[in-house]
């Protein structure tokens, strides 16, 4: 039976944070089909931005030029929906007069509707220029070639200076799902919040997919009632592409529990998959005007592509070091023996894979190179493995395990195993045991409410640094390290097949 835990967690995950139904009153929305630009939905806070008097009277089935005066913005409407991302991208239209007020004008296409937003724009500085050459600035402050940590501690910095937000966070994901704040820029006398972890589950799946079509998150204030959308169909709209889509009640309660009035999130996106996120927070409502949203989430692109670029060259020099122990494995020549070979190429290989201990097993043989676990351990491990290949953060954690005496393990922490051959030839890197602690920002509380619906995850009421000690573990085994091991997977078949087979005598 699925526990509660898990059934509130999946209660999360269905949360349908796209069709609040509802909007935060800061813009106002218009929505109209696409084939008669007929009004489908709208907030009361329209009404103000279009030629109807009052208020009260509904603009439903309205044909959207009968409800502005302003002809530019159609045709801005009409132009727009020419454009080949419309359906997946929300476009910022400019600024137009409105009822003799300038209004900033977004628009894009939700299923079969255009939705259009409306939002005050008093003092904007988009036609002078400015938002270029802001962004043009705060890029030439990014470093290069140094990994993604200055990158990131540039950017919270520029960005807190451009937003003068209380917080700003380059928050980045985990493999686990967890996140961590890897860099931060903040208020002088506020907790520090760098290098806190925080769970997977704090931002569920559907919210990261939301992240990745629609990079900018605006939360003006959590004390602000949400605005319902009136509608004449059934059919939810869905905002995952508004700037001022409402906030699951869940996330403020979140927020609420974390004392912050107002946030923004701004995508950080590398090769298509969400790599982080710059989380802002403040103390009190604050909204940043579209155009200050416009360069702030600029700049996450461009950031972006940049980091994208470092990380890539990272890779690649890893990749190289890999080609490099490659190209020695295919030139080992033929009468020298595995021990010298190994010898000889141990040191290169577990540098390429970050271990610091390697076995290789052929036959009954092993041979051992840095530091490895006592043969019996290297015995135990090396039976139980049937996969290709196998990667263990723990050897102390896993129960088939449990019957190696842990001194034996000389302080290894967990192995990558690849398999070479049916004969069970067999490569085994060992990294060492790494003692340390997590900060987490928050005991995990499992803050379980039963409703209609079954049981409710809440979020923890105490955001307090809560550590924990990790012990028994190596450095996480990395999408990359797999990619490097079956690199050399194949040139160590090829030695093998090429070689081992043939002088398996000259094991010494
Ligand atoms: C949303 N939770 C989020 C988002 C962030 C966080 C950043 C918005 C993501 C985005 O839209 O870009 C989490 N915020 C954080 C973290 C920090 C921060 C970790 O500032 C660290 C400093 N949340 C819970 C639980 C659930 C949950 C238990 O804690 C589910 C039961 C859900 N989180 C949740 C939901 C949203 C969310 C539903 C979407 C809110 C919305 O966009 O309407």
Not at 4 to 32: M, T, W, Y
Not at 347 to 357: P, R, S, T
Not at 418 to 426: E, K, P, R, V
Request: hydrophobic share 40%; glycine share 6%.
């Amino acid at each position: 039976m699925k526990s509660d835990f898990k059934a509130a967690l999946d209660n999360c995950e269905r949360e349908p944070v796209h069709i609040p139904g509802s909007i935060q009153p800061f813009a106002a929305l218009i929505a109209f089909d696409t084939e008669n630009f007929l009004v489908f939905h709208f907030t009361p806070n329209a009404i103000t931005f279009t030629n109807v008097i009052a208020p009260e009277q509904s603009i439903l089935n309205r044909e959207i030029s009968d409800l502005f005066s302003n002809r530019e913005l159609i045709h801005a409407v009409r132009g727009a929906l020419g454009l080949p991302t419309i359906q997946s991208h929300r476009e910022r239209l400019g600024i137009f007069q409105l009822n003799d007020r300038p209004v900033d004008a977004a628009v894009h296409i939700s299923g079969s509707q255009i939705v259009l937003e409306l939002e005050d724009a008093p003092g904007s500085i988009e036609r002078s220029g400015t938002s270029i050459s802001r962004v043009r600035t705060m890029l030439g402050a990014l470093t290069r070639d140094q990994g993604y940590e200055p990158l990131l501690e540039t950017a919270v910095k520029v960005l807190r200076h451009l937003t003068g937000f209380d917080r700003v966070m380059g928050y980045r994901f985990l493999n686990d799902g967890s996140g961590e704040v890897s860099a931060e820029e903040v208020a002088p006398g506020l907790k520090p919040f760098l290098g806190l972890r925080y769970p997977a589950h704090d931002i569920p799946p559907q919210v990261r997919r939301i992240a990745l079509s629609s990079p900018v998150r605006v939360i003006h204030d959590t004390e602000q009632a949400p605005l319902e959308l009136i509608s004449n169909s059934e059919t939810p709209l869905d905002l995952t592409l508004c700037h001022n889509r409402a906030v699951s009640p869940i996330h403020v309660e979140y927020l609420r529990n974390m004392g912050i009035r107002s946030t923004m999130n701004f995508s950080i996106i590398v090769h298509g998959e969400l790599w982080g996120l710059f989380a802002f927070h403040h103390h009190f409502p604050r909204l940043l005007s579209p155009d200050y949203r416009a360069i702030a989430e600029l700049f996450s692109q461009l950031f972006s592509m940049q980091l994208q670029q470092e990380l890539d060259t990272q890779a690649l020099s890893r990749r190289r070091a890999a080609d490099a122990v490659t190209t020695q494995l295919r030139h080992v020549p033929v009468v020298q023996s595995v021990k010298l070979t190994l010898d000889l190429l141990s040191c290169d290989l577990m540098d390429v894979v970050k271990a610091q201990g390697i076995a290789f097993k052929h036959q009954n043989e092993i041979y051992t190179s840095g530091n490895c676990p006592e043969r019996n351990a290297i015995d135990a491990i090396s039976q139980s493995v049937s996969e290709e290949l196998l990667a263990i953060e723990s050897i102390q954690s896993v129960t088939e395990y449990s019957t190696i005496d842990s001194r034996d393990l000389n302080a290894c922490g967990g192995f990558l195993s690849i398999l070479l051959d049916q004969n069970f030839s067999q490569l085994i890197f060992f990294r060492n045991e790494i003692n340390h602690e997590i900060r987490w920002g928050g005991m995990p509380e499992k803050n379980i409410e039963y409703g209609p619906n079954g049981p409710r995850l809440h979020p923890r009421s105490s955001f307090d640094e809560y550590i924990e000690k990790i012990a028994g573990h190596c450095e996480p085994w990395t999408q990359e390290d797999f990619s490097t091991i079956t690199e050399l997977r194949a040139a160590m078949l090829e030695l093998l097949y090429r070689n081992i087979r043939h002088s398996s005598r000259e094991w010494n």
